[in-house]
């Protein structure tokens, strides 16, 4: 029998959901090493756009909705030395997440999310005990700031002008890796940690009420459909002006190159359907036996995060090697689709098995006891 102690203490519609983010981000990295995007069929390239961006900004807000459940103890009881303890193992967390993102770039992972992450955390530790007003200030003031800066400056500094959004030049220089982190990386800080700000937010809420439930499934409908309509009317608009085509998919789209307003506005809210949804699927059919291996599957999906870099990469690029797929340039969507679901298919089957002995996954033993 599998172990379900863990299950008391957690609301696993975020596992569940935590289990979809992850298959959509490794199928997006995996379309992004075999170069597959956009080469199929109309209805799949339309599938897999589906994740691009959204995927890991739901990861994010996950992350944010965790920390609150977590450090939830220290806020009502207002105990200094509960709450210095608190800070001190996320700060320890977000090194432990830092170091080994770092390890995962310096492997040839350039599309690494772990080391922003930890750097998200990090700056979490100061705002465990703000009001929501303080949390909402910053989130204006961190959006509004990303956005000015992708308008005032140049945003593809430091991308390879040949391989744009696949390698950093300067990466390993001070001035460079702190623009990658906070600026124009793949996740940088500014304003990828809005999304962390809206998880902290969602996570002091009774996600247990229907009624909150529902409030929150309705806004993010009404957002996520106004926002797509309103990106689509000023790209239009403003295409066939002086403004042109590019500058206005720069300003108005919704995908994560450059994470705009539209961006954040609509990945949030696409994010926070899904996760609703997610608890409502959870909870209906927390007995079945494929929603409980997905559920699991959640529950370790930092150990699946570092190996679908190192297994489910590293298979492709021996894959590379041996049956020449000329640096995997122009793959077929269907064979990246494929390979994707069976490593998540492999990743759920290995976390049924781990889950008959242990309660956490791997890493995430390393990290509890680093922390």
């Not at 320890?92 to 955390?121: C, E, N, P, Q």
């Not at 002086?242 to 190159?257: D, Q």
């Not at 961006?263 to 209906?284: D, H, R």
């Not at 370790?300 to 297994?311: D, R």
């Amino acid at each position: 029998m599998m172990n379900n102690s863990i299950s008391k203490n957690r609301i696993e519609g975020l596992d569940f959901a935590r289990a979809l983010a992850m298959f959509g981000m490794l199928l997006m990295n995996f379309v992004v090493v075999t170069g597959a995007k956009g080469n199929g069929s109309p209805m799949l390239v339309w599938f897999t756009n589906l994740f691009e961006g959204r995927a890991a900004a739901t990861f994010v807000i996950l992350a944010g909705i965790g920390i609150s459940l977590m450090t939830r103890r220290a806020r009502l009881t207002n105990e200094k030395a509960l709450i210095q303890k608190t800070r001190f193992s996320l700060l320890k967390r977000s090194i432990f997440l830092f170091v080994l993102g770092m390890l995962l770039y310096t492997l040839g992972w350039a599309g690494d999310i772990l080391h922003y992450y930890g750097v998200y955390m990090a700056l979490a530790t100061l705002l465990i005990m703000a009001s929501p007003k303080i949390i909402v200030l910053l989130l204006f003031i961190f959006s509004l700031g990303a956005q000015f800066y992708q308008v005032a400056f140049d945003y593809m500094n430091g991308w390879s002008p040949t391989k744009p959004f696949l390698e950093y030049l300067d990466f390993w220089t001070v001035s460079g890796f702190l623009r990658n982190l906070f600026f124009n990386g793949f996740h940088p800080v500014f304003p990828w940690i809005c999304f962390l700000f809206i998880g902290l937010l969602i996570g002091r809420l009774n996600l247990v009420e229907s009624k909150i439930r529902k409030t929150i499934l309705l806004v993010s409908s009404l957002t996520l459909i106004v926002t797509e309509l309103l990106s689509r009317f000023l790209i239009y608009t403003f295409a066939n002006s002086n403004v042109g085509t590019n500058s206005a998919t720069f300003l108005f789209e919704t995908g994560p190159i450059p994470p705009n307003l539209f961006y954040l506005l609509s990945n949030t809210a696409s994010s926070l359907i899904i996760i609703i949804l997610s608890m409502y699927v959870a909870e209906k059919f927390s007995h079945n036996l494929i929603i409980r291996s997905i559920i699991y599957s959640g529950q370790l999906a930092l150990t699946h995060y570092v190996s679908h870099v190192v297994i489910g990469i590293g298979i492709l690029l021996v894959m590379d090697r041996v049956i020449l797929f000329n640096g995997f340039e122009h793959q077929p969507l269907s064979f990246t689709f494929l390979y994707s679901c069976l490593f998540f298919i492999g990743s759920i089957l290995f976390s049924v098995l781990w889950r008959v002995r242990f309660k956490r996954g791997p890493i995430e033993l390393v990290m509890r006891k680093c922390s």
